[in-house]
């Protein structure tokens, strides 16, 4: 058998790879605490799982159309008045498959082989291998964490090529947390349309934003340019619905199309009872996520007074997501070289597994995931803290 070649170029989801580890270790009885993966501990709200049964209940069980039953694409383009007072027809928006379908689709629709795009690091693990799987270059564009992990159009500018086709923002970011304000995404923003760059933003987490932080977005400028940018979010994050797997993108109505050619010969529509589950939480009231929203400022107060206690250790206090992002490479030693040895050693022996900072582009960090209750946060930094410090 011959796998293509193009897989070769691709390495396996480093978060997933890891929580896979833990729950192996689980099932063999091994009390693995889970700093690993982005998903909130919350349950989905009641109104948005009742939307769901009664759509089982009514039979609402059959294909859609691929971009999404039209009011939930209504419902899209509404978020973005209800949030950002931006108006939308409902033909800018398409439903997929999470927000890692969208941001694949994007790529597969806008990269030719060879196109560049500026990808800000530390990065989410996927942004890499999905633009290579549409044959782009991803540019990687180093921010360190005495700088809040957040990088400035003059470097952006300094890794621009003639090849450069694509800026990818992410704010909430996942690693870091890292979140721009207006005048700073506005001054991003404003560099790409100077320089002809489409820019794809990322704003899955944009809802999770804590203390002085506003959500900002930059639906705002695709307003203005529609054709020049893609806004990518969904309902995992915000909403506790990481299972149902609702994605969704703000594009022109030209590049909506173009993503639905694509979805609709590869996945056709997402799940039928997951659009009506969807339309409920984006329609519905939102009580549900300021309480996750401040229960997840409280654990980032916890997690981050005890990481920004512990000697020689780098850890900007995030404004967004739920994801400390620590320097502790002056910690490293002959037994433990990098990030990756780090967290081998952390889950065998402090069994608490994190996610190397080498999977997000930065080798010097490990990625502290607070989306679980407070005590179990306090315990697995505890035992975090008695393995690297004694």
Same mark, same amino acid.
């Given at each position: 058998?011959?796998?293509?070649?193009?897989?070769?170029? #691709?390495?396996?989801?480093?978060?997933?790879? =890891?929580?896979?580890?833990?729950?192996?270790?689980?099932?063999?009885?091994?009390?693995? =605490?889970?700093?690993?993966?982005?998903?909130? $501990?919350?349950?989905?709200?009641?109104? #948005? @799982? !009742?939307?769901?049964?009664?759509?089982?209940?009514?039979?609402?069980?059959?294909?859609?159309?691929?971009?999404?039953?039209?009011?939930?694409?209504?419902?899209?383009?509404?978020?973005? &008045?209800?949030?950002? &007072?931006?108006?939308?027809?409902?033909?800018?928006?398409?439903?997929?498959?999470?927000?890692?379908?969208?941001?694949?689709?994007?790529?597969?629709?806008?990269?030719?082989?060879?196109?560049?795009?500026?990808?800000?690091?530390?990065?989410?693990?996927?942004?890499?291998?999905?633009?290579?799987?549409?044959?782009?270059?991803?540019?990687?564009?180093?921010?360190?964490?005495?700088?809040?992990?957040?990088?400035?159009?003059?470097?952006? +500018?300094?890794?621009?090529?003639?090849?450069?086709?694509?800026?990818?923002?992410? *704010?909430?970011?996942?690693?870091?947390?890292? @979140?721009?304000?207006?005048?700073?995404? $506005?001054?991003?923003?404003?560099?790409?349309?100077?320089?002809?760059?489409?820019?794809?933003?990322?704003?899955?987490?944009?809802?999770?934003?804590?203390?002085?932080?506003?959500?900002?977005?930059?639906?705002?400028?695709? %307003?203005?340019?529609?054709?020049?940018?893609?806004?990518?979010?969904?309902? /995992?994050?915000?909403?506790?619905?990481?299972?149902?797997?609702?994605?969704?993108?703000?594009?022109?109505? +030209?590049? =909506?199309?173009?993503?639905?050619?694509?979805? &609709? %010969?590869?996945?056709?529509? #997402?799940?039928?009872?997951?659009?009506?589950? /969807?339309?409920?939480?984006?329609?519905?009231?939102? $009580?549900?996520?300021?309480?996750?929203? @401040?229960?997840? =400022?409280?654990?980032?107060?916890?997690?981050? +007074?005890? #990481? *920004?206690?512990?000697?020689?250790?780098? @850890?900007?206090?995030?404004?967004?997501?739920?994801?400390?992002?620590?320097?502790?490479?002056?910690?490293?030693?002959?037994?433990?070289?990098?990030?990756?040895?780090?967290?081998?050693?952390?889950? !065998?022996?402090?069994?608490?597994?994190?996610?190397?900072?080498?999977?997000?582009? +930065?080798?010097?960090?490990?990625?502290? *995931?607070?989306?679980?209750?407070?005590?179990?946060? !306090?315990?697995?930094?505890?035992?975090?803290?008695?393995?690297?410090?004694?």
């Amino acid at each position: 058998m011959n796998i293509s070649d193009r897989l070769t170029r #691709i390495k396996p989801s480093a978060t997933l790879a =890891v929580n896979a580890k833990a729950l192996e270790l689980k099932a063999r009885g091994v009390k693995v =605490v889970s700093l690993a993966v982005g998903e909130p $501990d919350f349950g989905t709200p009641a109104h #948005i @799982c !009742e939307a769901a049964k009664r759509a089982i209940d009514e039979g609402f069980t059959r294909y859609t159309p691929v971009p999404g039953i039209i009011e939930l694409r209504e419902a899209v383009a509404g978020y973005f &008045g209800r949030c950002y &007072g931006v108006e939308a027809p409902a033909e800018a928006t398409i439903v997929t498959n999470g927000g890692k379908q969208a941001l694949y689709n994007l790529f597969q629709a806008l990269l030719n082989p060879g196109d560049e795009v500026l990808v800000p690091a530390p990065y989410w693990v996927s942004y890499p291998a999905l633009v290579q799987l549409a044959e782009g270059v991803p540019v990687f564009v180093p921010s360190p964490a005495e700088r809040g992990f957040k990088i400035t159009p003059a470097e952006l +500018d300094a890794h621009r090529t003639p090849r450069t086709r694509v800026l990818l923002l992410n *704010s909430p970011s996942n690693p870091t947390g890292a @979140c721009y304000t207006r005048e700073e995404m $506005d001054a991003l923003m404003q560099w790409a349309v100077d320089h002809d760059i489409f820019v794809i933003a990322d704003e899955i987490y944009d809802r999770l934003v804590y203390g002085d932080m506003q959500p900002v977005s930059v639906s705002g400028w695709w %307003q203005r340019f529609p054709d020049r940018v893609a806004v990518v979010n969904g309902l /995992a994050k915000t909403f506790a619905m990481t299972g149902w797997r609702v994605g969704y993108v703000l594009a022109h109505p +030209d590049l =909506v199309k173009a993503v639905a050619k694509i979805q &609709g %010969q590869s996945t056709s529509n #997402i799940c039928s009872i997951a659009q009506k589950a /969807a339309l409920a939480a984006l329609t519905g009231p939102y $009580d549900a996520v300021e309480e996750m929203r @401040c229960a997840f =400022v409280r654990r980032r107060d916890l997690a981050y +007074d005890i #990481i *920004s206690g512990w000697k020689d250790v780098v @850890c900007p206090r995030p404004d967004g997501a739920f994801y400390l992002f620590a320097d502790i490479h002056r910690h490293y030693n002959a037994s433990m070289p990098d990030s990756a040895a780090v967290c081998t050693r952390l889950l !065998e022996e402090a069994q608490v597994a994190l996610v190397p900072g080498s999977a997000f582009g +930065d080798d010097k960090c490990i990625r502290f *995931s607070y989306a679980v209750a407070d005590d179990v946060l !306090e315990d697995a930094l505890s035992r975090v803290a008695k393995v690297l410090f004694g």
